[in-house]
T-cell receptor
């Protein structure tokens, strides 16, 4: 079965520290992988995607994600967290015309 | 990218009534999707709506409960029929947007429904 997993319900980090939000996938073939962010009372906003090529993908708001095929992971990272990064983050995989969303990770950045 | 507008953004509905959510896209798109996000949960695909054909529903969702229209390439509606408190959710319209580096799915701001 195709799926995307976000093993952490919540991640806490202090402002200025690096952050990582984890995602692993079980999607056959060569899936497209995405990260979305949902701020409180808002819809989902596209952050970045991996299709092929360079394993390190840069996206909006200073976020980047690293594709690791051997570990089937696509972790979201940012070198220095901001309080305004506090939100719900969703990883998603796409293959055969279907999207598979992870369960979401709540990121809390404390001042 | 696509700009997607949804109406209403929020509503409080009485049990047993029906509500229609509208989704307008600023460009023509082939594939539109409707998702539900229950409180504190991830997204669940309700159905795929392509213009000129009947919507394709996912397991657990039926046309009588969630009728969908797709009259043209920029517009779709989702109706939540005979609502119960369990239907309290965010309903999200999304579109698949083609790109040189592959397709991306973009979302509207969502329609936050509370059924009382």
């Amino acid at each position: 079965a195709q799926s995307v997993a976000q093993p952490e319900d919540q991640v806490n980090v202090a402002e200025g520290n690096p952050l990582t939000v984890k995602c692993t996938y079980s999607v056959s073939g060569n899936p497209y992988l995405f990260w979305y962010v949902q701020y409180p009372n808002r819809g989902l906003q596209f952050l970045l995607k991996y299709i092929t090529g360079d394993n390190l993908v840069k996206g909006s708001y200073g976020f980047e994600a690293e594709f690791n095929k051997s570990q089937t992971s696509f972790h979201l990272k940012k070198p220095s967290a901001l309080v305004s990064d506090s939100a719900l983050y969703f990883c998603a995989g796409y293959n055969f015309n279907k999207f598979y969303f992870g369960s979401g990770t709540k990121l809390n950045v404390k001042p | 990218s696509a700009v997607i507008s949804q109406k209403p953004s929020r509503d409080i509905c009485q049990r047993g009534t029906s509500l229609t959510i509208q989704c307008q896209v600023d460009s023509q798109v082939t594939m539109m999707f409707w998702y539900r996000q229950q409180p504190g949960q991830s997204l669940t695909l309700i159905a795929t709506a392509n213009q000129g054909s009947e919507a394709t529903y996912e397991s657990g969702f039926v046309i009588d409960k969630f009728p969908i229209s797709r009259p043209n390439l920029t517009f779709s509606t989702l109706t939540v029929s005979n609502m119960s408190p369990e239907d309290s959710s965010i309903y999200l319209c999304s579109v698949e947007w083609p790109g040189l580096s592959g397709n991306t799915i973009y979302f509207g701001e969502g329609s936050w429904l509370t059924v009382v």
